[in-house]
């Protein structure tokens, strides 16, 4: 086997953009991966500020941004009563050792690594999401913002992407077939169609029958409770976790992967900082130091971004009483929505900039290293 100084398991966002911080630092990272060869799962994901950040940290922003226009504004329909809020972004723009030193996790939700490390296994949320890809070739002739429709336990949505794709998504806590739509794109149509969002607004339902079948993916929405991301041993040793293995949280907020892309960097960033404090990339019991520091910096963000997700989700699929309808039109999407969603403007800062031997140049490094 290759020898690495750090081994990466899984090569979904976080394992990719982890080998990425590494490689920009000069370490040698082995990404281990068990499917066979790559492929889509899911249609798109959307990218707030903070991800952009982590990705210009990661030198990867330019050619992501000539692809993708932002999305600066959306609106909310309450379907039972027809009402519409326009919610707004523009704030946010913006057994044998292979490894000598340390060991990454990047294995998504089911992580063996957060299980090795004494980490509980997340809990469903009781809420399930189907996501889909519509194409025109012809081109949509749609705005570039966010439509969203809300009614008693269901949310879905659309989100133009460029002028030919539209992304698409529904989640619902009512479940009829369950688990076969995860296995079955033509069933996710039907279902979706046919039932889910047969009120939703024809506006909907047409984008959504422009799928592409290969891209409609179902997925049980899980996550981790904060108080165990809070107290849960997140680093044991020379042995951590990022992505979804380390927080999965309910996809209500958009951050599971722009959350990753910060882990990624604020790992590399703490490797790269001992690189200059050591004058080389140093392994043992600094490296565990090292990942000590990376825990205790993303412990309470990814807590942070649990709760707010999972409180996102609640307040808009609950229920349809005076209460909850309250509190999603008057007090979530009026006062909380520009405080929860804030959390975008979250900066993971600039990974240290270092020779692949480990020599500092500082000329590009203005935070200080103690
Ligand atoms: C419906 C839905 C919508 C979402 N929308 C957004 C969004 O708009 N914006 C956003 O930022 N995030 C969104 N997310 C969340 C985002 O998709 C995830 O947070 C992100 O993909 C997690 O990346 P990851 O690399 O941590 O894990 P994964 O993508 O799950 O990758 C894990 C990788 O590890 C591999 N692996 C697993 N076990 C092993 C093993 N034992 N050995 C080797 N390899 C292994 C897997 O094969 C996989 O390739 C959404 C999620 C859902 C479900």
Same mark, same amino acid.
């Not at 422009?210 to 290969?214: G, K, T």
């Given at each position: 086997m290759e020898e690495a100084d750090v081994v990466i398991v899984g090569a979904g966002i976080a394992g990719l953009a982890t080998a990425l911080a590494l490689k920009r630092l000069g370490v040698r990272a082995l990404v281990l991966e068990k499917a066979e060869g790559l492929r889509t799962t899911g249609s798109a994901l959307s990218l707030s500020s903070n991800a952009w950040l982590a990705l210009d940290s990661l030198g990867i922003a330019r050619k992501l941004t000539t692809a993708y226009a932002p999305c600066r504004k959306g609106y909310v329909t309450d379907i039972e009563s027809g009402a519409i809020q326009e919610v707004s972004f523009s704030k946010s723009d913006m057994g044998e050792h292979v490894f000598r030193v340390a060991l990454i996790g990047? /294995?998504?939700?089911?992580s063996v690594v957060a299980h090795w490390l004494g980490l509980r296994a997340p809990i469903d949320s009781g809420r399930w999401a189907v996501r889909g890809l519509a194409v025109y070739p012809e081109g949509h002739g749609l705005n570039l913002e966010i439509q969203q429709f809300v009614t008693s336990g269901k949310r879905a949505g659309f989100v133009p992407l460029n002028d030919k794709e539209v992304y698409w998504f529904l989640t619902s806590k009512f479940s009829s077939k369950g688990k076969d739509m995860a296995r079955d794109p033509e069933l996710i149509m039907k279902e979706v169609t046919d039932?889910?969002?047969?009120?939703?607004p024809r506006q909907y339902l047409k984008v959504v029958q422009? !799928? /592409?079948? !290969?891209t409609l993916t179902w997925a049980p929405l899980m996550f981790r409770p904060p108080w165990d991301m809070i107290f849960?041993?997140? !680093?044991?040793g020379n042995v951590t976790v990022a992505g979804d293995a380390m927080h999965p949280m309910t996809p209500d907020m958009g951050q599971g992967g722009c959350s990753a892309l910060e882990d990624a960097v604020v790992l590399g960033r703490h490797i790269g900082d001992s690189i200059i404090r050591n004058k080389r990339f140093v392994g043992g019991d600094q490296m565990a130091g090292v990942l000590e520091r990376y825990v205790k910096e993303r412990r309470w963000r990814a807590a942070g971004l649990i709760t707010g997700s999972y409180l996102s989700g609640w307040v808009q699929q609950e229920g349809s009483g005076w209460f909850t309808k309250f509190l999603r039109d008057v007090i979530f999407y009026k006062l909380l929505f520009i405080v929860l969603f804030s959390?975008?403007?979250?900066n993971c800062g600039k990974l240290p900039s270092v020779t692949s031997n480990g020599t500092p140049r500082l000329e590009n490094n203005p935070r200080k290293v103690d």
């Open positions: 990047c /294995d998504g939700v089911h039932n889910f969002a047969k009120d939703f422009r !799928s /592409d079948l !290969s849960g041993n997140l !680093s044991k959390v975008r403007d979250y």
